[in-house]
């Protein structure tokens, strides 16, 4: 990429497409069944999540409940559009 391709593209706002409403519903079902495996085990269900949005890393999520394997078929960025979005709607945005 050349200098002048760097900034013309810093100059446009870039737009990332939104997850449709089924890949939504889903991503809010899987945080839900997570949030109730981490608070099984005794973990801070929001401080665990946070993260793994964070690193990236699937640790964070405990396996029990299979949560773990249901939590790394969504991707990240998903997960918080869906985190998001609620917490504006909830807020009346």
């Known amino acids: ?5 760097i900034s013309s593209n810093l100059s446009q ?3 990332i497409s939104t997850i449709g409403k089924e890949a939504r519903s889903s ?3 899987i945080l839900l069944e997570v949030y109730g495996a981490l608070k099984d085990k005794g973990y801070d269900p ?3 999540i ?3 949005i964070l690193s990236g890393d699937p640790t964070y999520i405990t396996a029990h409940r299979n949560a773990r394997s249901m939590i790394g ?3 990240r ?5 869906e985190i ?3 917490y504006l709607e909830s807020n009346g945005r």
């Open 1 to 5: 990429m050349r200098p002048h391709d």
């Open 13 to 15: 706002t870039q737009k």
């Open 27 to 29: 991503a809010r079902d």
């Open 46 to 48: 929001v401080i665990q």
């Open 50 to 52: 946070v993260g793994y």
């Open 73 to 75: 078929r969504i991707e």
């Open 77 to 81: 960025d998903e997960l918080l559009e």
């Open 84 to 86: 998001l979005k609620f």
